[in-house]
């Protein structure tokens, strides 16, 4: 597969959605699925390493999926803290920062205080920058971000009329991040489901019917091949010359 090396996204978004149809095409238990997807991340953090792009921000646990059956959300809150004692070592090996969009404060606070190690424990690296989405929910980031605009400017730190889009952006949990150039959904459903709303006003969307768990380094690789045909106009009449990095 060849790649132009000039026009690698720098940030890619990923929702990685599928799990329980892969498991249940296989008579197997959701969680199997939701076991099988989170080996893929490595390959995934990998593959954008070797290829250049910065930053992913992987759509891991929704607000809503709080929803989900009790047993469910117990299993991925198990899987993700057996996650965070087994593979923060590789991560740091791998040279990736990881990071977290989305309410942390609503996990577990055990989960809450590996969370915190491992932001701490690969702050330093200088590769790839992991970006997990938890508890996430994009309304309500917004929201929040609403809420201390507003308090600042009840304290008269900010005026109405000085409130830009760049403040706004600069309240969202992903402030001080480039927009991603590219969205990943993975198993063919053709909607956002409340991810990034705000930062993906121009994002290239790519939607592949595979199933997150058989979302290979390959299957990446292909996203980035069709984004590279892409024509990215900004509203502009013709595409616009490509931001060097
Ligand atoms: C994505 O897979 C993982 C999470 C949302 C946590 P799903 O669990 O949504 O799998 P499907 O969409 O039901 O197949
Ligand atoms: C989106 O998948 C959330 C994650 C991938 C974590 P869902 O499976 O929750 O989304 P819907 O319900 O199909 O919209
Ligand atoms: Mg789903």
Sequence with gaps: ?????????????LIMDGNGRWAKERGLPRIRGHEVGVERLEDIMHAAG??????LTFYAFSKENWKRPEAEVTFLMNLLSAYLDKKVADLNKNNVVFNTIGR??????????????AKKETAQNTG????????????????????EIARK???????????TEETVQ??????GMPDPDLLIRTSGELRISNFLLWQI??????VTEKYWP??????????IQEYQKRERRFGLTEAVERRKS
């Design 214 to 223: 058989d979302f290979t380094r390959e299957e990446f690789l292909k996203g």
């Design 153 to 163: 400017a009840l304290k008269g730190e900010i005026k109405p009329e000085d409130i």
């Design 104 to 117: 942390i404060e609503d996990l577990p606070e055990m989960i809450q205080k590996k969370i915190a190690k």
């Design 128 to 147: 790839v920058i992991a970006n997990y989405a938890f508890s996430y929910s994009s309304r309500l980031e917004i929201t929040r971000a609403c809420q």
């Design 170 to 175: 600069n309240h969202l949990d992903t402030a």
């Design 201 to 206: 006003s121009y994002s290239e969307l790519y």
């Design 1 to 13: 597969m060849t790649l132009d090396p000039t026009n690698i996204p720098k940030h890619v978004a």
């Design 50 to 55: 070797d290829i250049g792009v910065k930053i």
